[in-house]
């Protein structure tokens, strides 16, 4: 994630801080000192704070640790002002397993409840969590409430909070998995509208929850709508194989003349049967721009890209296409170019597959903007 620091490393797993955590921190002090100007209440808020996001963290590893039982690796480990995110590698395909990776992270926060409570129960230390406050009171019992509250927010059936996942697999279990999802979206977005109509007269708080859970849900429909369309095909089926390419002496006026009677926005560039760079329109615009109409293309093109093989799968070489800047992947096979796949073409291929397949999903499947994030 961009605008992150790591701040650590637990189980082998790096974990990160967002920035914007830092105006949560600064908010959190601002808030304590405004109230009696002490700088003691400061401190014991961002301890408070520190607290909270320690168990976040261990919400997370639960996931993750869970995750690695059934081989799953987590790339690492966010915090971000309204939680964590441990991002892994690939959710389980099992939907037993995904269930069990789901309800790890608040089990974790009920254990804590219930470890909190033995050590404050003697104490005769509880309060209701109604005369809880931000300031002052019994730290352990703020922090039981805040695992009981965590393993409860955590639980609505709402993406892309946990209860999401585990309303999910509970249906995949039952129908197909991009059903499931559609349904456990549907579901999660009926409640987003709930939260944001209540928010909105009660407490702004929601409002924000509820935007977040309503892009959570329809970002998750789209992706496993886009996953399981892709599953099982390779890229020659989506390579277009009918395209131009650029030798490393033509001129940009060449290439522009390209771009202009339509045929592409970029071009491999091949030496000697070799594919050598890529040219993107964005570069070649600049280059344009800078040296003018008679630069060569191996001014302009781009000599570190990324390529596909003709024989992978769809759904690992469009990762890789969305993960780079360039639109177009040039296609390899036997390491000569074959063709190029591009964002446009795969969408396209999509539209005919979710036609082809028809069902509910068909209708949906616009994931162009999914696909072009
Ligand atoms: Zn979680």
């Keep these: ?30 808030s304590h000192y405004r109230l009696r100007q002490s700088m003691a209440d400061v401190v014991s808020g961002l301890g408070f704070i520190v ?40 959710m389980p395909e099992d939907p037993r397993q995904e269930l069990l990776v789901a309800l790890a992270g608040p089990a974790v926060n009920v254990v804590l409840a219930g470890i909190l409570l033995l050590v404050t129960l003697p104490a005769g230390a509880i ?40 309303l999910r697999a509970l249906l995949a ?16 977005q ?26 959570g849900a329809a970002a998750e429909a789209s992706t496993v709508q886009i996953k399981s369309a892709l599953g099982g095909i390779p890229v020659s089926t989506a390579t277009v194989t009918d395209f131009r390419s650029l030798s490393p002496r033509d001129s940009l006026q060449q290439a522009l003349e390209h771009v202009l009677a339509g045929f592409q926005h970029d071009f491999p560039v091949i030496e000697q049967g070799r594919l ?7 570069d070649l615009l600049t280059n344009l721009a800078q040296k003018g109409p008679q630069a060569r293309v191996e001014e302009a093109m781009n000599e570190r890209f990324q390529t596909a093989d003709f024989s992978e799968m769809l759904e690992l070489a469009l990762s890789r296409l969305q993960s780079y800047k360039c639109l177009t992947l040039p296609v390899l096979r036997n390491g000569s170019l074959v063709g190029v796949l591009t964002m446009d073409n795969v969408g396209e291929f999509l539209m005919i597959q979710s036609a082809l ?10 994931i162009a903007a999914g696909l072009a994030q």
């Design 173 to 188: 279990m039952r129908m197909d998995y991009v059903r499931a999802t559609a349904i456990a979206s549907s579901v999660g």
């Design 276 to 282: 050598v760079g890529v040219l993107t329109r964005g």
């Design 127 to 166: 309060a209701p969590i109604s005369e809880i406050d931000l300031v002052g009171g019994n730290f352990l019992v703020k922090l039981m409430w805040i695992n009981v509250i965590l393993a409860a927010f955590n639980l609505i059936p709402a993406f892309p909070m946990d209860g999401g996942r585990v």
């Design 51 to 90: 607290a909270l996001f320690a168990i976040v963290v261990l919400h997370e590893l639960g996931h993750a640790l869970t995750a690695r039982r059934f081989g799953i690796r987590t790339r690492d480990i966010t915090l971000l002002p309204i939680g964590g995110v441990a991002r892994l590698e690939r």
């Design 357 to 366: 397949r028809g069902g509910p999903g068909a209708g949906r499947i616009k």
């Design 1 to 30: 994630m961009k605008w992150s620091w790591r701040i650590g490393r637990l189980a082998g797993i790096d974990v990160y801080m967002h920035a914007t955590f830092l105006i949560l921190l600064a908010w959190v002090g601002i």
């Design 190 to 215: 009926a409640l987003a509208f709930g939260f944001g109509f209540i928010g909105l007269l009660y407490n702004p708080f929601l409002v924000f929850i509820a935007l977040f859970v309503w892009m």
